[in-house]
């Protein structure tokens, strides 16, 4: 018998190498049962792999958009209302599967990107609609609420600190944009008039903003509130 660490030759008596001190092994002989990494009812669960996860839900994305396609060609003969299913079933999948694919998915990148997929999405509508209301409203709509969102995560995935005001503005942008959007509704669809819906909104999103701002500037107010709400 010989130690499995240094190969000196030991005597079958023996229990541990003179020379190095390891304790002896012997294959013939059994060996005694340690006590298991883990209990027995707290097995580790077992991982799942993220990409059969990812072609899974691609699946569930992708038959329901082959059958109301096929559907379609059957009944009508040509792409009709399975147009308008497969472009929100694509859009989900965009904003929902498609950054899974990624190992670090980069919001900065995904956010103009799921806003641009909308925006087609409407554009599509629109011509299957045989509408005229995408670059009067659909477009400067979906734009800039796409770009309020863009800065936002822009700012928040490159700046540490000053969340505060990030938050704020943006409440305050998208405020400042409610009476252009009711404008757009006027002058894309002639029979609504101008109520004035918008400075509600307006209104009250300026004054959430301007508490952000002013939580952000005055640190005793927001220290106060961060105790009360224990944030």
Not at 24 to 45: I, M, N
Not at 77 to 89: D, E, I, P
Not at 138 to 152: D, E, K, M, S, W
Not at 187 to 193: G, K, L, M, N, Q
Request: glycine content about 8%; overall charge positive; charged content about 15%.
């Amino acid at each position: 018998m010989y130690c499995v660490n240094c190969g000196v030759r030991l005597r079958d008596s023996e229990k541990i190498c003179p020379l190095c001190a390891t304790a002896v092994f012997h294959p013939d002989l059994p060996r005694p049962q340690g006590e298991p990494l883990y209990p027995e009812d707290r097995l580790p669960a077992p991982q799942v792999s993220s990409r059969g996860v990812q072609i899974i839900l691609t699946a569930l994305f992708l038959i329901p958009m082959l059958i109301c396609f096929q559907c379609d060609l059957l009944v009508n003969r040509g792409v009709t209302w399975s147009g308008f299913v497969l472009g929100a079933l694509a859009l989900g999948y965009i904003v929902f599967v498609l950054p899974q694919w990624f190992r670090r998915p980069n919001p900065v990148v995904f956010c103009p990107v799921n806003f641009t997929a909308a925006g087609l999405y409407l554009l599509y509508i629109n011509w299957a609609l045989e509408g005229d209301w995408f670059l009067t409203f659909a477009f400067p709509v979906v734009g800039a609420v796409g770009l309020i969102f863009a800065a936002v995560t822009v700012l928040l995935r490159y700046l540490r600190r000053g969340r505060l005001y990030i938050f704020g503005g943006a409440l305050m942008a998208l405020g400042a944009f409610m009476p252009l959007m009711e404008f757009l509704l006027c002058v894309t669809f002639e029979p609504i008039r101008f109520y004035g819906w918008s400075l509600y909104p307006l209104t009250a999103l300026l004054i959430l903003g301007g508490m952000l701002i002013f939580l952000a500037i005055n640190q005793p107010a927001r220290e106060k509130m961060e105790k009360k709400f224990f944030i």
